[in-house]
Every structure is written in C-alpha cells, then in structure tokens.
C-alpha cells in the first residue's frame, strides 16, 4: 500500500517485520477456528433417549454451538424435511429479540425439542437442546439444505446457539462430558 | 448627580447600605464606572464611623473590608497556586438566594421612589455580582498576570456562605416556592405588595456578615489527535478488565495517554478512536487516528516542540508509535466518529489452506463483492445478533512461503473493505454466518487466517504535522 506522502514520518517500513514473520506457525497444521477458540464437550443420551448425543462448542465467551455428534442417531441418514414449528405456538425459526441482552429470546431447557427431522426411510426424530439457556440463533440454512446438519456438523451445519444463563454455566459446562470421555466411551461401547 | 437620585441615595445609606451598594443601586447596568464603584468604596472605608458595625443590607458585606480585600487575596493565592496556565479567566459567584432577595428588596424601595420623583426613570440596576467582579478584576489581574474575560475557558466559582439565609427566606417560601434557579424571575414574576406585606419595606440590618467558603475552577475540555501504530499482537486498545480484573498489563490507551496526563494535570482523560482493532491485529501503515479529551486540564499549552517530546517519550515503547501528534477543537471530532462509520480500511490477511493453493484469481475477479455477514460470535455475548450487509471494495491474493512445510498452502490478501466489517470472519465465514466468505469463494472448507494487518484507515485526519 502507498501511503499518501503526506502523512510521511519517517517510519522504516523494513523494520516492521513482515507479516509471515509476525505470529509463529507451527510445525504441523495450524488449529482451527473451532480449536483456537472453543472448548469442545458432548452430551449423550439426552432425554434418556439412545444415541440422543451432541456436541457442544463452547466459546471463551460462554456462547455454545450445538451440532450434532458423530455418534447421533441420526447419522447416516438422509433428511428430508425440518419443521421448526414445535409446538402449537413456538415457532424456532420466528425467535425475535432485542439487544445486546437479546430480551425477548426464547429460552430452552436440557431436553427441549429445538426441531423435528423426517428421514427418507420414513422416521421422524426430534432434535434436542442439550443444555439450558437462551436460544440466540437457529439455523436457518437448514430450512433449505437439512443434510448439511450431517455432513458438516462443526461448521455450517450446526444447530443452535444457545446462550446459558451466566450463573450457572459452570455447572452446565462440568455436567457434559470432555472430548477424552466422549472418545473413551464410544470405543469402550 | 441629579438631586432626586442624591435623595435617595442617602435614604439607602441611612438604612444601612454600603455606599457601593447605594450607587450601583441607582446606575444602569449599561452606565456601570469601575472608577465610581472604587471611589464609592474608599469613601466608605475613609469614613469608618458610619454604621461601621453593621454589614451592608444589600451585599451581606461582599463590598466592605475585611471580607473584600480577603475574598480578593484568596482568589489571587488560588490562582497562583493551582497551575492553570490559562492566559484568561472569567468569575462565577455562588451568592446566597438572600443576596438576591435583599437586592430586589432594595430595587422595588428605589423604583417606588423614583416613580414619585421621575416615572420615566430606568429602574434597571448594577447586580452585586458584575459590581464586584468590576472591582475585583484589577487586583487579580494586577496580581496574576492572567486577564478577565467572560469568554475564558477558564472559569473560577467563589462560594460564599451565611449564617442566617434560612430565616431569610422562610418568610417568602410561606408564600412562594424559591430556587435557587431563576429566582430573579421568580422574585419579578411575584406581585410587589405580595412581596412587601411579607418581607417588609426593606431588607433587615444584617447580624452576620457573608463568610467566604471556597474557591474553584474549571478549565472548558482541551482536545490532542493524533495517529496511532501498533507493532504487537498482544496489546489491546484500552484497557482489557474483565469482572474488574486486568487481564492485559497495558493498552494503547494507556501506553499514549501517560506521557500526556503527566504534563496536562487533566482530572480525566477521555481515549476515543476511529474504530479499534483486535488485541491480536496490528495497526501498520499511517496509523489509525485518535482523540484525547483532557478534562479540566491545568496545563494547557502543548507546543510544536512538546508535542514533539511527547511523541518521543511514546514511542519509547516498543509495541505503539504515535506520530501527527496535535491540539484540535471539538468540532474536528466529528471528522474521527464518522471515519469510524463511513470510511474505507485497508487490511492485509495472512491466510492458508490444506493442501494444494486454491485458484486465486477466482478471489481476485470476484470484488466488489456484497456480503451478509452476522455479528460475531466472538463478540455476540455483549452484542445484538444482526445481520448486516457489508461491501469488499477489492481484493488481491498473493501465494506466500512462511518457511515451513506443514502441508498447507499460504497467501495473503489485500482487502479493502466498507467500515465494520469483520475480516476474520470474512475469511473462515464464522459457521456460515458470513456469507460469502473466503470459503465459499475458493470452494474449500480449510479456509482460515492466521494472522491480520490493518493497512489503512482511508481518513485524512488530523492535519499532516510537518517534521
Ligand atoms: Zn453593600
């Protein structure tokens, strides 16, 4: 970039390092986004239902991405169709809130349904929130392309971000399991 | 003089007032002598015998010695001691409401007599406040070299306290509600025998004399802009204190306002910016600018050659360099808010993908590219969710070595991009949630960024200082 003369002072632009030699880079593929910022943990068997299991990324900001655990039941099937309409009167795609304090957001519980899948072969499985909190954003792209909630879980599939109520994140967070437990468990099933 | 007003200045003077107060009582505001007040007033201390024990019915004293000459001295003492290197100053008076009351006592007994004498009469008068800062004004001068001026920026407030206000007042608020706000117009507003039945004709000699409470002052906002770079990724703008505990032992804030606050003598120090960059986002190229608002300032005179040394004792630290370094007035500050908004940045983004190089013309055919990009979720904790749209003015992707084979692919892009848009997430597309993104862009979901530059801020502000 020029810099217009003007504002000439004198810096010398060589002895600012370049931007390659700016951050060290390791020796193996660098981390992720999700590596680098969010803690990853699991809850199995939601609702005492099989195979009911998710992943839950947490932010160093307390925010939490749902998706879908590799081990979920709805793995390897083919979506059909996403209703969002889960009740009578609560419709997740129609989520209106304001703020930064988003007022007016609504609130699920460990266990609520977030939406309801129909497979090809004919099931119908509901997809659950596995924590507690506000439900800051459903997404909406699975309206239109449900399979990306299979094939890319941790990325554009994801489910929901959902929000935990400050005081009892912690107690949240300790009560899903660690990545280490999660893995341990499923060689050992 | 014209004898009806002689008359009925000594009337004034019989009932107690000082002679200054009896003469400004009966001069226009618009006619108002310094020398006539002064010479009123050395009559009154050549003639001690006059009522010499009892305080003036107007001023509670304010124009008799000792209090004067006392008030006067510790202004001056004040002035000189506090610092303030303001070349000019202007003089507030908090009087007490009674002073007010007493003066519009006085003014109705003048009007209702000069009405009998000459009903064309003004009946407008000198207020104690303007009679005293006239008085007053060359002695402070005299003694501190600073000049008055209503329009100063630097403003004293005398305080004045007095015994006996309450019982003062209370016979007008059984009648009306007084505030110390407007109650000139409030006093105006009331009818005049209304105010005479429950106050009397005229004021009551004094028992105590007003007393001198404090003195202060103010000094109106000084402004310094300048331009800003930051050489680390491990600094943020301000201070970084999360549930009151630093998590970050400096700031750019910090590291350019010290060598400042240590020479302005300021109460606060207000840091605004055109926008700010990550903690981990350096600031190369011009600098981005910034404003300091000095708040009551002592010190106020930053010259070319001390905004040179401040600049020095700055960029001492390694990780900011501040350059352009400037006094401005507020009204230039609108030009750096709406930079923030408004103005186009320039970054430059070292990013990689896993494997081979994608095709980067693909990149650099696609600007100006409209996006929708979704706050953050790094900072959607503390922020609204929105989806904004934002524009890519251009783009320009260069394959790059980093020098180590992880069997990835570098390059980086230069972007320039509309105000507020996230550049990080532009690249990985944070979930989906920045649409396009570099991602959908080359079609490869290793897309990330490792590290960012800002390049430039587009704004010419402030003026380019000559070195
Ligand atoms: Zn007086």
Redesign the pocket.
């Given at each position: 970039m020029d810099k217009p003369s003007v504002y000439d002072f004198g810096i010398d632009d060589d002895s600012v390092p370049p931007i390659e030699r700016s951050v060290d880079i390791t020796e193996n593929v660098p981390p992720t986004v999700v590596q680098r910022y969010f803690e990853s943990r699991y809850a199995t068997n939601v609702n005492d239902k099989p195979n009911q299991d998710y992943s839950v990324l947490i932010h160093s900001n307390n925010l939490c991405i749902l998706s879908l655990a590799s081990t979920h039941v709805l793995m390897g099937k083919t979506i059909d169709k996403i209703d969002f309409q889960v009740s009578g009167n609560t419709d997740r795609l129609s989520n209106n809130m304001t703020g930064k304090g988003k007022r007016g957001a609504q609130i699920v519980q460990a266990g609520s349904t977030l939406c309801k899948v129909h497979c090809s072969d004919g099931e119908e499985h509901k997809i659950l929130s596995a924590i507690p909190g506000k439900l800051v954003q459903m997404n909406s792209k699975l309206a239109d392309t449900p399979n990306i909630m299979l094939d890319k879980p941790d990325d554009l599939g994801f489910i929901a971000i959902v929000l935990p109520q400050k005081q009892r994140f912690e107690k949240i967070r300790d009560g899903l399991l660690t990545k280490e437990q999660y893995t341990n468990r499923n060689s050992t099933v | 003089m014209d004898q009806n007003v002689e008359e009925i200045q000594q009337n004034l003077l019989k009932f107690g007032?000082?002679r200054?107060?009896a003469v400004r009582h009966l001069t226009k505001p618009s006619a108002i002598n310094v020398k006539t007040l002064i010479s009123a007033s050395e009559q009154d201390h050549d003639e001690p015998k006059r009522l010499k024990e009892n305080p003036?019915i107007?001023?509670l004293g304010?124009?008799?010695n000792p209090q004067k000459d006392d008030i006067i001295n510790k202004i001056i003492s004040y002035l000189k001691t506090s610092k303030y290197d303001s070349d000019t100053f202007n003089l507030a008076f908090n009087l007490p409401m009674c002073t007010i009351i007493r003066g519009h006592s006085i003014a109705l007994y003048v009007s209702k007599l000069r009405i009998t004498f000459n009903p064309t009469f003004p009946t407008a008068f000198v207020c104690a406040k303007d009679a005293w800062k006239l008085m007053a004004e060359d002695a402070i001068v005299k003694a501190t070299g600073k000049r008055f001026d209503v329009h100063s920026p630097l403003l004293v407030t005398v305080g004045f306290h007095y015994k006996d206000i309450k019982d003062e007042c209370d016979c007008l608020n059984a009648i009306i509600k007084l505030s110390n706000k407007n109650l000139q117009n409030i006093l105006s507003q009331m009818d005049n025998k209304d105010f005479v039945s429950q106050y009397g004709e005229m004021p009551s000699v004094p028992e105590s004399v007003i007393e001198f409470k404090s003195v202060d002052a103010r000094h109106e906002s000084v402004y310094i802009a300048g331009r800003y770079n930051k050489w680390s990724r491990t600094l943020s703008q301000t201070p970084w204190i999360v549930d009151q505990e630093r998590r970050l032992e400096s700031s750019v804030e910090e590291i350019i306002s010290d060598p400042i606050k240590k020479r302005a003598l300021a109460d606060e120090f207000k840091f605004s910016a055109s926008g700010r960059e990550d903690i981990d986002v350096r600031m190369l190229g011009r600098g981005r600018p910034f404003a300091i608002e000095l708040v009551n300032p002592k010190q106020t005179k930053f010259s070319y050659e001390v905004l040179r040394e401040i600049e020095n004792e700055i960029n001492t630290d390694p990780q900011v360099t501040v350059t352009h370094l400037q006094n401005v007035v507020r009204e230039q500050l609108k030009e750096l808010k709406s930079g923030e908004e408004f103005k186009i940045k320039v970054y430059k983004a070292l990013c990689y993908v896993e494997g081979e190089l994608p095709d980067l013309e693909k990149l650099n055919n696609c600007a100006p590219l409209e996006i929708l990009q979704y706050t953050p979720i790094r900072v959607l904790h503390r922020r609204a969710n929105m989806v904004r749209p934002r524009t890519i003015h251009s783009m320009k992707a260069v394959a790059t070595k980093v020098g180590i084979d992880n069997g990835c692919s570098f390059f980086n892009v230069i972007l320039s991009t509309q105000a507020g848009t996230y550049v990080k997430e532009f690249v990985h597309g944070d979930f989906g949630r920045t649409n396009p993104c570099l991602r959908t862009v080359f079609e490869n979901d290793t897309v990330d960024i490792l590290a960012l530059d800002v390049l430039d801020i587009e704004i010419d502000w402030p003026t380019p200082v000559k070195y």
């Open positions: - | 007032c000082c200054v107060c003036c107007a001023c304010l124009f008799q």
